[in-house]
């Protein structure tokens, strides 16, 4: 038995949260301390302004539970959770030095798949042709901020299709459809031919779906083609160029659309030019041009995979 003098103190929950700041007092790693800290304090702080109740905790830690069920090789629930709650475009955000001009950074999104194959300047990614989508001809130059073009810088391009499906949830495309990899020639340009974007629904068969409902948000994302520009002694730019036309270019779920990086694409209908493009159709033609600034080359850790359909 205890032999306290006086009377028992109850414990309050602000003691439990110095308690928890205290039990992590030794993390060796400042960097993990400060992030172990932060979320003690932040977490307990949340569960007080809601008040929060243990059914609502419990619930919370089976969403997280269901999260992990429904991801799999070509799906990642955490990552879209994050990204529709806007932690993703504040981390982003947070940690972009982009000054004006420079190409900003957007959501990497839960499809992107690494390994896509090394194409061309001009290739066409679309390799279905009509069953795709409207063609559509990106082309521009990767310059530093002074202008200087960056050869050899590569691009990795993704996108869906007409049905606004990335080829890896969609068995009906071929393996790495609509995705390629290619890179700058000795003036900086870049030249390809993909699909005009469309705007899709993010999945709402799993948990996110569910929070979407409860909260009356619509999940269609505006058209985007998808980008990550890389070269060796600048910083590497995760993004993604939205549509200026598309409908839903005000309320993305993702909170990803920036002014600088809308994109207007231009129909042509010129006979000559359609006599020239690989589909020998009126198609959309985007140009831009993608500034980078000095920093550091670094590669993407998340990648999707590609699940088989079952037969
Ligand atoms: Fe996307």
């Keep these: 038995m205890s032999s306290h003098e006086g009377s028992v103190s109850v414990t309050t929950s602000d003691q439990i949260t110095e308690e928890g700041l205290k039990a992590v007092g030794n993390t060796p790693d400042p960097r993990t301390r400060?992030?172990?800290?932060?979320?003690?304090?932040?977490?307990?702080?949340?569960?007080?302004?809601?008040?929060?109740?243990?059914?609502?905790?419990?619930?919370?830690?089976?969403?997280?539970?269901?999260?992990?069920?429904?991801?799999?090789?070509?799906?990642?629930?955490?990552?879209?959770?994050?990204?529709?709650?806007?932690?993703?475009?504040?981390?982003?955000?947070?940690?972009?030095?982009?000054?004006?001009?420079?190409?900003?950074?957007?959501v990497l999104g839960p499809f992107y798949r690494s390994g896509a194959p090394e194409v061309p300047n001009g290739a066409d990614l679309s390799h279905r042709g009509d069953a795709d989508g409207v063609p559509a001809h990106v082309s521009g130059r990767v310059l530093a901020a002074d202008g200087t073009p960056i050869p050899g810088a590569e691009l990795d391009v993704w996108g869906t299709n007409a049905n606004g499906l990335y080829e890896n949830m969609d068995p009906g495309q071929p393996d790495y459809n609509l995705r390629g990899r290619l890179h700058t020639d000795e003036q900086g340009r870049f030249e390809f031919w993909t699909v005009k974007p469309v705007s899709y629904p993010i999945p709402a068969d799993g948990p996110v779906g569910e929070l979407f409902e409860a909260t009356k948000r619509t999940n269609m994302r505006p058209g985007h083609l998808h980008f990550i520009v890389s070269a060796?002694?600048?910083?590497?730019?995760?993004?993604?160029?939205?549509?200026?036309?598309?409908?839903?270019?005000?309320?993305?779920?993702?909170?990803?659309?920036k002014a600088s990086l809308l994109a207007h694409y231009e129909l042509i209908t010129d006979e000559e030019k359609i006599a020239a493009a690989p589909r020998k159709q009126p198609y959309w033609d985007l140009r831009r041009d993608l500034v980078l600034t000095p920093g550091t080359r670094t590669g993407v850790q998340f990648t999707a995979g590609r699940e088989e359909p079952s037969r």
């Design 34 to 106: 400060q992030i172990v800290e932060a979320l003690i304090r932040h977490s307990h702080d949340f569960a007080r302004e809601v008040k929060l109740k243990p059914e609502e905790l419990l619930y919370a830690a089976e969403f997280l539970k269901r999260c992990g069920e429904v991801t799999d090789a070509s799906r990642h629930e955490f990552i879209l959770l994050a990204d529709v709650l806007g932690i993703t475009m504040v981390v982003n955000t947070i940690t972009a030095d982009a000054p004006d001009g420079t190409l900003e950074p957007s």
């Design 232 to 257: 060796e002694g600048y910083t590497t730019v995760v993004t993604e160029l939205y549509t200026d036309d598309d409908e839903f270019i005000d309320s993305d779920p993702v909170f990803g659309v």
